[in-house]
């Protein structure tokens, strides 16, 4: 299987599957000298993992991560960092009734469509198990960054379902099960999640990362544009059907004088745009959000063939989330610091002894 490396000078190589013994990854290209231990990147690990809260999958891991190599008496070496997560509480026979027919919305079909064979245990490699070892490179790309750059990378759950969420307070967003930045949305999010689930349906989400201190002139244009990368990573990760920067599909409705970000000597007036123009940065924040669909695995009976070709009710039972996208914001996070970093490096490699003579334009305090 190939299409398991993502990055071209910060470059992630992840392996394992939901119910194997372990997941893990090869992180190449970070430079020597970061000060990196497996606690700093255990935190952020600890707000991805499953069965933290009655909202999500009660599959129980302690995703405890070991770092296996890259890194000396606490910093890093310069070599590949190999990092591992051992799986602890796979419970396959909870897939046996699925193995000879496809869940609807899952890659099931498409699976052995194109290999001739897959992994039923909870999705094999297509699960979202995976991601946890992106959470993990995602936390050294985000150190390195604000060591460096002060580049400072937070999201946040924008909207559950129809229930859209404002922006209110970044102190909120770690002091739920939701990521919500407004506490007083946290009581309707609760009530609508315990419906949701005695109901045995699912539901999407919207997610919204800022990074913020990103320096003007990251990103290359056509080929190698910073949102382009951006919303490649994003999609890349699973259950995402959409991807925004900036006002992204609302500005299709918008005029040029609404979307236009004009320029004062005092700052940008706006940011539509995200952060990006030409697909380089502009030293705003950027801003990107990512539509999440519905959890494919549900309980309630649903239409589809079996090996056999023959029409069959699937009912999908055992752990899972309600929403995927409650457990999504530290993955996107993870992705947009995986990319800055290595457009970071890109830039640094090329363009380091660039003097411009554009002036400086401030950021405007954007649109989040």
Not at 141 to 165: D, E, M, P
């Amino acid at each position: 299987m190939s299409g398991n490396t993502f990055g071209q000078l910060f470059c992630v190589t992840s392996f394992g599957e939901s119910h194997g013994p372990a997941i893990g990854c090869v992180v190449d290209g970070c430079p020597p000298g970061l000060a990196i231990t497996s606690e700093e990147i255990q935190k952020d690990l600890d707000r991805r993992k499953p069965g933290t809260s009655r909202y999500v999958t009660q599959r129980r891991e302690s995703d405890s991560v070991e770092i296996l190599s890259g890194v000396f008496e606490g910093q890093t070496t310069g070599t590949p960092i190999a990092l591992l997560i051992r799986n602890e509480d796979q419970r396959s026979k909870d897939y046996k009734n699925i193995a000879a027919s496809f869940r609807p919305g899952h890659a099931d079909w498409t699976y052995l469509k194109k290999y001739g064979i897959r992994d039923y245990r909870g999705g094999g490699r297509s699960s979202a198990r995976e991601t946890a070892v992106r959470v993990a490179a995602g936390a050294i790309a985000r150190k390195w960054l604000k060591n460096r750059y002060g580049v400072l990378i937070r999201g946040y759950l924008s909207q559950l379902g129809a229930i859209s969420i404002a922006l209110v307070d970044w102190e909120e967003v770690d002091k739920n099960p939701f990521f919500c930045p407004d506490s007083a949305k946290v009581d309707t999010l609760e009530k609508f999640m315990d419906s949701l689930r005695k109901s045995g349906d699912s539901v999407g989400a919207r997610v919204t990362v800022v990074a913020e201190n990103v320096p003007p002139g990251w990103g290359e244009p056509v080929y190698g544009r910073l949102d382009a990368d951006l919303a490649y990573a994003l999609m890349g990760i699973n259950a995402v059907k959409g991807v925004e920067i900036g006002a992204g599909f609302a500005s299709v409705s918008q005029s040029g004088t609404e979307h236009n970000d004009e320029m004062s000597p005092q700052g940008f007036l706006s940011n539509n745009a995200g952060g990006i123009l030409g697909g380089i940065s502009t030293g705003q924040d950027i801003v990107a959000s990512i539509a999440i669909k519905p959890t494919s695995s549900i309980r309630l009976p649903r239409r589809s063939v079996n090996l056999a070709g023959e029409a069959v009710m699937i009912e999908t039972h055992g752990r899972h989330d309600p929403c995927v996208g409650i457990r999504a914001t530290p993955i996107a996070e993870a992705m947009v610091a995986i990319v800055l970093m290595d457009h970071a490096l890109r830039h640094r490699a090329q363009n380091a002894d660039v003097m411009s003579p554009a002036p400086d334009i401030p950021a405007s305090p954007g649109n989040h």
